[in-house]
């Protein structure tokens, strides 16, 4: 009876740990999110971190999405060749992107930068987001952060717990990450403990 429960734990296990990897038939769900219209005879051509893969090699492309910890996914971006207006072109472009441990002069630079970027001092949460407000859109760890609560989170920031930083000072989508949006767009991944 305790190998049974034993047995059932260990199986439970394995699937809820695979059950969070990232492997390319999410990639293809997440890009048909992204663009209905896709030329379903074109090839695709996966560019993960800026490694290319054809799109029959299916093994490569998990074993590849497989190698980073999901909790590090920056972006995933697709291109169609209607969009590139190449005369030969044969593939879509589905670029994959993760976050990687960046230097800590280079995080130490952009942490200063950012900082200096969050000034509008907003008195309680149920405050509104200011018509003249300067500050970016933050995400932490793919978390949005609240605009009443940027400043203190960006204060209390440790350089040592920073893994990425990623810095867009110029206008992002308003549909997608919302009103501050037109002040850039901050994203910030931390070390896995």
């Known amino acids: 009876m305790k190998s049974l429960l034993l047995t059932i734990l260990i199986l439970a296990t394995s699937i809820s740990s695979y059950s969070q990897l990232i492997d390319k038939k999410a990639i293809d769900n997440k890009v048909k999110l992204i663009d209905t219209s896709a ?12 490694i290319a893969y054809n799109e029959h090699n299916t093994i490569k492309i998990d074993s590849s999405l497989n190698s980073y910890d999901p909790k590090y996914l920056a972006d995933v971006n697709f291109v169609t060749c209607r969009q590139l207006n190449l005369p030969h072109c044969n593939d879509d472009i589905i670029i994959v992107l993760f976050a990687v441990d960046q230097k800590n002069k280079i995080k130490r ?47 209390s920031l440790k350089l040592n717990r920073l893994y990425y930083i990623d810095y867009n ?3 992002v989508s308003e549909v997608h990450y919302g009103q501050n949006a037109k002040n850039g767009l901050v994203r910030i991944w931390t070390a896995s403990k």
Do not use: C, E, M, W
């Not at 030329?39 to 800026?50: A, C, E, F, P, V």
């Not at 930068?113 to 000034?119: D, G, I, M």
């Open 39 to 50: 030329d379903k005879s074109k090839t695709r051509l996966y560019i993960i971190n800026g």
């Open 109 to 155: 630079h952009l942490l200063k930068k950012v900082r200096q970027n969050f000034s509008d001092n907003y008195v309680s949460f149920s405050q509104h987001i200011f018509n003249d407000a300067k500050d970016p859109v933050l995400y932490i760890d793919n978390r949005l952060i609240h605009h009443t609560k940027v400043k203190k989170k960006i204060q």
């Open 169 to 171: 000072d110029k206008p």
